[in-house]
């Protein structure tokens, strides 16, 4: 497909796929915010033959050039699980990345939903890479600082070329800021002390030395706790263990909690040290200078000062029982003693209540809003 200076190609191999690969390092180049992803990680996500995702989805890359250079990407993604799961015909689009050109990001847009209405699909909505599972959402506002660990980043104008091609608001994320160098709230420490006199419940660090063991019975509960979700899938056992494969070295037993009623887990809570504070410096390189660059941020300079609460649920028969505040109490005082005065709690759906007005309850301000698009196809 060509528009006068605006060509469309197949992305899905050769030197297209690695330049899909490498256009977001060159195309924020000079963005000081935005947080290079670890490349060899990025070629796992984009390579449907090693990511687990796509052994129920598929993919199609698609890449725009410009007078013949490169000036945007997106991919568009039929995800089998979700459409089971929700009984929808709906197609997603992500890994989204343009320049301010309203005809090259329509051309991106049309080549994808083309594709998705060849194969049935009647909705379309993104942004996800390539699911809710991962990093999903636009950022709306606060371009001015980097994002967190696995939170997106784009420029201002992305919203613009999304909405002029005619989607629309489908649902906002809310990402809280939270301040640890305030005391705890006391509503938190009396309602964790009510529970701990009344409940069998024990909330413990995750075991390291077992750590595959752990992930299992976590992976249960995550697929349990948060089913009800919008927009929800339920993570195989294959892409949890991937997940959590990636994640090992950053995990910090003291902030990745498990709730247990003797020995069935029927909670968990993840927070993470926010990486991302080392990760900018690395241009998305560990070798062969950038582990030395990474330790270096994160040991000698000490420069990650902040956590991101990823990911808290409790399954349904054991909801509204303080369980939940026990995991905010241990968090925020682990968080304290290990360093971390600072935190983000994201991204919550917004109508999400409960999890809402915990965020609030422990201080939490909303600075940060994501957006998630859809339109007919």
Not at 15 to 29: D, M, Q, S
Not at 32 to 52: F, T
Request: proline share 5%; hydrophobic share 40%.
């Amino acid at each position: 497909m060509a528009s006068n200076r605006i060509q469309i190609i197949d992305a899905g191999s050769g030197k297209a796929w690695k330049t899909f690969v490498h256009f977001p390092y060159r195309f924020y180049r000079d963005n000081p915010n935005w947080v290079p992803p670890l490349l060899m990680d990025q070629k796992v996500l984009l390579n449907p033959a090693k990511h687990p995702f796509y052994q129920h989805a598929e993919v199609r890359f698609f890449l725009a050039l410009r007078d013949g250079k490169p000036a945007g990407r997106v991919a568009a993604i039929l995800d089998h699980k979700h459409n089971e799961v929700h009984a929808e015909k709906t197609g997603f689009f992500g890994f989204f990345e343009c320049i301010d050109d309203r005809s090259v990001s329509g051309a991106l847009f049309d080549s994808g939903r083309a594709w998705l209405k060849e194969r049935g699909m009647n909705r379309f909505r993104g942004p996800v890479n390539p699911s809710q599972n991962e990093d999903c959402g636009l950022l709306l506002n606060d371009f001015d600082s980097p994002p967190v660990i696995m939170m997106t980043y784009n420029p201002p104008y992305y919203k613009d070329l999304i909405e002029a091609y005619g989607f629309q608001k489908a649902m906002d994320l809310y990402a809280y800021f939270l301040d640890g160098r305030k005391g705890m709230p006391e509503k938190l420490v009396h309602v964790v002390e009510a529970l701990q006199k009344r409940s069998r419940v024990v909330i413990r660090p995750v075991d390291l030395k077992n750590y595959d063991e752990e992930c299992k019975k976590i992976w249960t509960v995550y697929n349990m706790a948060w089913q009800k979700n919008w927009g929800f899938v339920p993570m195989t056992e294959a892409e949890f263990a991937h997940l959590a494969k990636n994640l090992r070295q950053a995990v910090v037993p003291e902030l990745a909690l498990v709730a247990e009623v003797g020995i069935q887990p029927i909670g968990f809570s993840l927070a993470l040290p926010d990486m991302n504070q080392a990760l900018i410096k690395l241009n998305g390189r560990l070798f062969p200078f950038g582990l030395l660059k990474l330790l270096w941020h994160t040991k000698v300079r000490n420069c990650v000062n902040q956590v991101r609460i990823i990911t808290m649920g409790v399954i349904e028969e054991y909801r509204n029982r303080g369980i939940d505040a026990a995991f905010y109490y241990h968090t925020w005082k682990n968080g304290n003693r290990l360093g971390y005065d600072q935190g983000e709690m994201s991204w919550i759906l917004e109508n999400n209540t409960m999890m809402n007005r915990s965020a609030e309850m422990l201080g939490g301000r909303i600075y940060r809003t994501y957006r998630m698009f859809e339109m007919n196809v």
